[in-house]
Structures are given as structure tokens and as C-alpha cells.
């Protein structure tokens, strides 16, 4: 919610390598368009590889240090890519995209005043990157500064107006400022933008749900399994989802946790309301709860 994907950076010509024949360089362009066309793609096992393959024969490669950082925000590896936007920025320390994403990293790891300085530096080598300020407005927000995270937000929407993911961070704020109508507004917005922005749909349920629209926000609420860390949570069933429509009489459904323990312990009291429509329930739950609710 704090924050979007760092963008894929473009690709600069491979740097001068030592061989004189010229054959290096055609090697290892001709690889870090093919990385960088996977990347796209969002094939990352296979671009990684080739990321790998132009680092093992040019550590000092901007490009494939970046872009392989950049690969290691979107998979939410970001220890990993603070290490690498860290080597990259020796070679160039003023670049404006590797000091904006390496913020989106720093923050993913709970570091905002860090994330919030990187995101600055870039700025000042590029005032008008709207990356940076959407990535400083997120900063701002985790350190309660929602009020210049909505000025932060702003600047970047004279830049880009319709930029769905900036859109979408300011709603956010607006929804920390309890300017709820403002809110939605703005991750309606963000969708007439990017129409499968995940994030904003769950923004979107989260802020109706406050306000009291539980049939429009439990059902925007089931975007939540196309956000990352949702991805990575997702339960693969071969058995259809119950989504409170089909009879349950004389069937089995599993009610499996999903969250938080206070989560679990929040919802549990619908597992009899299930049971009531007739069905054999089994409940699955986190281990520490087990003892607790095998009797419900």
C-alpha cells in the first residue's frame, strides 16, 4: 500500500570492454538486450541468468547491476537489492534511477528516513522524476508525514497526470488524513488509469469498508490475491473458492486461515454460521491457535 513496483530502468550501451576485436561488446549487448526483452516480459528466472552471465564477465556493468536490483525489488528480495543498486551507484553515483529505486528498496526493509534520503538525492539530480517523488511520498507516509506525502504526491501528478500508481499512493494518504471520499476519488482514478491495479482495488476495499460499504469492499476485497505479498500467498486449490453463492448442503469446505492470528481469531465465529448451511467444515488455522479453537 506504501509503495509500487520500481519501474524497469532502460538499458545503455554496454561499456567499452577490454578486448580490442570488438567481439565482447557485441556479445554482451546482444545478451543484455535479450535480459532485458525477458525482463519485460516477466520471465526473471531466465533474465537473472543472463544478468548473471554479463556480471561473471563484467562485474562493473551499470546496466545488468541495475536492472538485476531492479529484478530484486519486484520479487521482494530487497536486501539483495540494496547490495546491487550499492555497487551500481560506485560506478555512477549520481544516477536518478538507481537512487529513486534504491529508496523503494530501503523502504520495503522498514528504513523510510533512508529510503527518503535516497529518494531526495535523486531529486536533486532530477527534479522533475516522478518515480522519486511517488517513492518520497511513500517514505513520508511510513514516518507520519502524510501531509508533505500529499504535497510529494501532487508534484509528481503535475508531472505525470496519469501516472495510476502515484494515484493510487495518494489516495492512501488521503486515507491516512481520514479524507475518505478524497480517497476513493483517487483510486478511482488510478483504475480508469490501469484498470488491473491491484493495489488500488484493494486500497479501494479497505477505504469502503470504513465507510461502511461492505458489499462493494469484501468484493474489491478479493483483489488482495493479485497483490504482491498476496501472490506468494495464494493457495492453489483444485476445488472452486466459495464465494457465499452455491448451496453448501451435503458438502465439505475447507475455511482456511489466511493472515494474522487476530485475523483468524476476528473470523472465526462465521465457521458455525457455515456449518448452519449444512455443511461438513473443516477449519484449518496457525499451529499456536490449534489448542484454542479445535472445539468451534
Same mark, same amino acid.
Given at each position: 500500500m506504501k509503495h509500487g513496483r520500481a519501474p524497469l530502468p532502460q538499458a545503455r550501451p554496454a561499456p567499452a570492454p577490454m578486448d580490442p576485436s570488438g567481439r565482447v561488446v557485441q556479445s554482451?549487448?546482444?545478451?543484455?538486450?535479450?535480459? &532485458?526483452?525477458?525482463?519485460?516480459?516477466?520471465?526473471?528466472?531466465?533474465?537473472? &541468468?543472463?544478468?548473471?552471465?554479463?556480471?561473471?564477465?563484467?562485474?562493473r556493468h551499470f546496466d545488468a547491476l541495475q536492472l538485476l536490483a531492479t529484478m530484486a525489488v519486484q520479487r521482494n528480495h530487497a536486501?539483495?537489492?540494496?547490495?546491487l543498486f550499492e555497487l551500481a551507484l560506485k560506478i555512477h553515483p549520481a544516477n536518478a534511477s538507481v537512487l529513486s529505486n534504491r529508496g523503494s528498496a530501503l523502504l520495503k526493509l522498514n528504513r523510510p528516513q533512508e529510503a527518503l534520503d535516497s529518494c531526495d538525492r535523486a531529486l536533486l539530480v532530477r527534479p522533475d522524476y516522478a518515480e522519486a517523488l511517488s517513492n518520497r511520498g511513500a517514505a513520508l507516509r511510513a514516518l507520519n508525514r502524510h501531509a508533505e506525502a500529499l504535497d510529494s504526491y501532487? $508534484?509528481?501528478?503535475?508531472? $505525470?497526470?496519469?501516472?495510476?500508481?502515484?494515484l493510487n499512493n495518494r489516495g492512501a494518504a488521503l486515507q491516512d488524513l481520514n479524507r475518505h471520499a478524497e480517497a476513493l476519488e483517487n483510486f478511482g482514478r488510478a483504475l480508469q488509469v490501469q484498470p488491473?491495479?491491484?493495489?488500488?482495488? &484493494?486500497?479501494?476495499?479497505?477505504?469502503? @469498508?470504513?465507510?461502511?460499504?461492505?458489499?462493494?469492499?469484501?468484493?474489491?476485497?478479493?483483489?488482495?490475491?493479485?497483490?504482491?505479498?498476496?501472490?506468494?500467498?495464494?493457495?492453489?486449490?483444485?476445488?472452486?473458492?466459495? @464465494?457465499?453463492?452455491?448451496?453448501?448442503?451435503?458438502?465439505t469446505i475447507l475455511l482456511h486461515a489466511e493472515q494474522g492470528l487476530g485475523d483468524t481469531l476476528q473470523f472465526c465465529r462465521y465457521v458455525r454460521q457455515v456449518a448452519a448451511l449444512g455443511a461438513r467444515v473443516v477449519l484449518e488455522v496457525q499451529p499456536a491457535l490449534k489448542t484454542l479453537l479445535q472445539d468451534l
Amino acid at each position: 500500500m506504501k509503495h509500487g513496483r520500481a519501474p524497469l530502468p532502460q538499458a545503455r550501451p554496454a561499456p567499452a570492454p577490454m578486448d580490442p576485436s570488438g567481439r565482447v561488446v557485441q556479445s554482451l549487448g546482444v545478451k543484455l538486450r535479450s535480459a &532485458v526483452a525477458l525482463h519485460q516480459q516477466g520471465q526473471l528466472d531466465q533474465a537473472e &541468468v543472463l544478468y548473471k552471465e554479463i556480471l561473471q564477465a563484467q562485474p562493473r556493468h551499470f546496466d545488468a547491476l541495475q536492472l538485476l536490483a531492479t529484478m530484486a525489488v519486484q520479487r521482494n528480495h530487497a536486501a539483495e537489492a540494496i547490495v546491487l543498486f550499492e555497487l551500481a551507484l560506485k560506478i555512477h553515483p549520481a544516477n536518478a534511477s538507481v537512487l529513486s529505486n534504491r529508496g523503494s528498496a530501503l523502504l520495503k526493509l522498514n528504513r523510510p528516513q533512508e529510503a527518503l534520503d535516497s529518494c531526495d538525492r535523486a531529486l536533486l539530480v532530477r527534479p522533475d522524476y516522478a518515480e522519486a517523488l511517488s517513492n518520497r511520498g511513500a517514505a513520508l507516509r511510513a514516518l507520519n508525514r502524510h501531509a508533505e506525502a500529499l504535497d510529494s504526491y501532487d $508534484r509528481a501528478l503535475r508531472l $505525470r497526470p496519469a501516472y495510476a500508481q502515484a494515484l493510487n499512493n495518494r489516495g492512501a494518504a488521503l486515507q491516512d488524513l481520514n479524507r475518505h471520499a478524497e480517497a476513493l476519488e483517487n483510486f478511482g482514478r488510478a483504475l480508469q488509469v490501469q484498470p488491473d491495479h491491484a493495489e488500488a482495488h &484493494v486500497n479501494e476495499a479497505l477505504c469502503r @469498508l470504513i465507510l461502511g460499504d461492505f458489499a462493494g469492499g469484501w468484493a474489491k476485497y478479493e483483489w488482495r490475491w493479485k497483490k504482491e505479498p498476496g501472490l506468494s500467498a495464494a493457495r492453489n486449490f483444485s476445488q472452486p473458492l466459495w @464465494l457465499g453463492k452455491e448451496q453448501l448442503q451435503g458438502k465439505t469446505i475447507l475455511l482456511h486461515a489466511e493472515q494474522g492470528l487476530g485475523d483468524t481469531l476476528q473470523f472465526c465465529r462465521y465457521v458455525r454460521q457455515v456449518a448452519a448451511l449444512g455443511a461438513r467444515v473443516v477449519l484449518e488455522v496457525q499451529p499456536a491457535l490449534k489448542t484454542l479453537l479445535q472445539d468451534l
